[in-house]
């Protein structure tokens, strides 16, 4: 199983960027940060099967995670970003089918699958 990010990159405050990833067949799927020396966080997380979508308070109304038709490539919409947005962006997929509830899909530990990670750094 591999999950591919991609996307990252320097932007000013402010600004914008759209992270991808391409994986498919998971129930849940979720991006995850970890700044230097900070534990990594859950940012915002999809289930796969209803669409329904969770967001960490820090993002909401920022970021947006959405999928494509195909259920294929996962998204992340980064917009108004700020420089504590900095960090380095992981893509995760859980393939258990126990459903979830709230914020416990922010939790990592949910998470089967991870990717390499993509940079992300705000100025």
């Known amino acids: 199983v591999q999950l591919v990010e991609s996307g990252g990159g320097s932007v000013q405050a402010g600004g914008s960027l759209r992270l991808s990833c391409t994986a498919s067949?998971?129930?849940?799927m979720a991006w995850f940060r970890q700044a230097p020396g900070k534990e990594r966080e859950g940012v915002a997380a999809i289930d796969a099967r209803s669409g329904i979508t969770y967001y960490a308070d820090s993002v909401k109304g920022r970021f947006t995670i959405s999928q494509d038709n195909a259920k294929i490539t996962l998204y992340l919409q980064m917009n108004a970003l700020k420089p504590e947005d900095t960090a380095m962006y992981y893509c995760?997929?859980?393939?258990?089918?126990?459903?979830?509830?709230?914020?416990?899909?922010?939790?990592?530990?949910?998470?089967?699958?991870w990717g390499q990670g993509t940079q992300v750094t705000v100025s």
């Open positions: 995760a997929a859980r393939a258990r089918t126990i459903s979830l509830r709230g914020s416990t899909c922010l939790d990592s530990g949910q998470y089967d699958y």
């Open positions: 067949g998971y129930t849940y």
